[in-house]
């Protein structure tokens, strides 16, 4: 059984300048004990589908379930089902409170026993970190003792919204590791969010690339990197700086998402596309299958990824 459905979802913002579809048609499945990425260029929707299946962002149509049943605004016993880690750890920390009590807060609230000492030796932090305020705290810290926060009641999901984006290098590597060892070691089912593929490659069991409120590409970590069908997801791969190009820059990525208050034809990448033709402009693109791997092309990339690893 799925632990995340996601079927049609479209959310839609009204904005000054016409309506924007943040979310426009997405569909998903997150299995239990999976680790599933989502990437995309900043603006793809990726923020929007993740407060989506949290329940804090209404869909005008389409449905998310969650361990089976439908999400239909913030629900109570949320926090026993999702852990939610923010870019921002301040987000998930009270400034006012310790660590001790932000930690043990969810568990207070159920009344279920919480052994904070072990939850923060599990994320990395001493023990005594418990009396300290978010303020005492080094970035990376921060992030820890949010992880800590959305672990605290054994969710058996947790969602990270480019948890390391705001952290230096060094702290980056720290907070990915530690996100490896969560997911190798606990039960969790983990939905990981960045715009940098780079990262997703290291954790992810799947990867998903979203584009303007699309899902374009699905596949497995080798599947997207080795031999990526979407022209989107080829660009994002051939402009992600990776261990095996070290001393080679990466090429820059080619152009800008389009305005996202456009309406569209065809597909969305079109004006930005190196192989588009001209039904690419004019009529949605298909999907294109081998298997499990999938992608949203009239014209995807078929022999030639190998092309890629030089
Ligand atoms: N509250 C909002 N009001 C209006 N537009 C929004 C709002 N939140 C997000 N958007 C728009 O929806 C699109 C997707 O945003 P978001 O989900 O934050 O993308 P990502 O997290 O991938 O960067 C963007 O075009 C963004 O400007
Ligand atoms: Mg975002």
């Given at each position: 059984m799925s632990l995340v459905e996601v079927r049609d979802a479209v959310v839609e913002f009204s904005t000054q300048r016409g309506a924007v579809?943040?979310?426009?048609g997405v569909s998903l499945d997150l299995g239990e004990k999976e680790t599933l990425a989502i990437v995309g260029?900043?603006?793809?929707g990726k923020t929007t589908l993740a407060r989506a299946i949290l329940g804090l962002q209404p869909l005008a149509e389409g449905s998310i379930r969650v361990c089976g049943r439908e999400?239909?605004?913030?629900?109570?016993?949320?926090a026993e089902e999702v852990g939610m880690v923010w870019q921002d750890p301040y987000a998930s920390l009270?400034?006012?409170?310790?660590l001790g009590r932000t930690i043990s807060e969810p568990a207070r609230t159920k009344r279920v026993a919480l052994d904070v000492d072990g939850l923060l030796n599990q994320v990395g932090?001493?023990?005594?970190?418990?009396?300290?305020?978010?303020?005492?705290?080094s970035g990376g810290q921060r992030q820890r003792a949010a992880i800590a926060r959305a672990l605290a009641l054994w969710p058996p999901l947790v969602i990270c919204d480019?948890?390391?984006?705001?952290?230096?290098l060094s702290v980056q590597a720290q907070i990915l590791n530690l996100l490896r060892n969560l997911k190798q070691s606990g039960s969790a089912s983990f939905l990981y969010i960045s715009h940098d593929l780079g990262t997703v490659r290291f954790l992810a069991d799947r990867i998903i690339v979203m584009y303007l409120g699309r899902v374009v590409e699905v596949g497995t970590p080798e599947d997207t990197f080795e031999?990526?069908?979407?022209p989107y997801t080829r660009m994002l791969v051939d402009s992600t700086p990776s261990l095996t190009k070290l001393g080679k820059l990466p090429p820059p990525a080619i152009g800008e998402p389009p305005d996202p208050v456009t309406r569209w034809?065809?597909?969305?990448y079109e004006g930005r596309c190196?192989?588009?033709?001209?039904v690419c402009a004019t009529t949605e693109p298909p999907w294109y299958r081998e298997g499990d791997h999938v992608a949203a092309c009239h014209v995807p990339n078929l022999r030639n990824g190998t092309e890629n690893l030089g």
């Open positions: 579809r943040a979310l426009d260029e900043s603006g793809c999400v239909t605004g913030l629900r109570a016993g949320q009270d400034p006012r409170w310790t932090l001493d023990p005594s970190f418990a009396s300290r305020y978010p303020h005492q705290l480019e948890p390391t984006a705001a952290l230096d031999r990526p069908l979407h034809q065809g597909c969305r190196q192989s588009a033709v001209g």
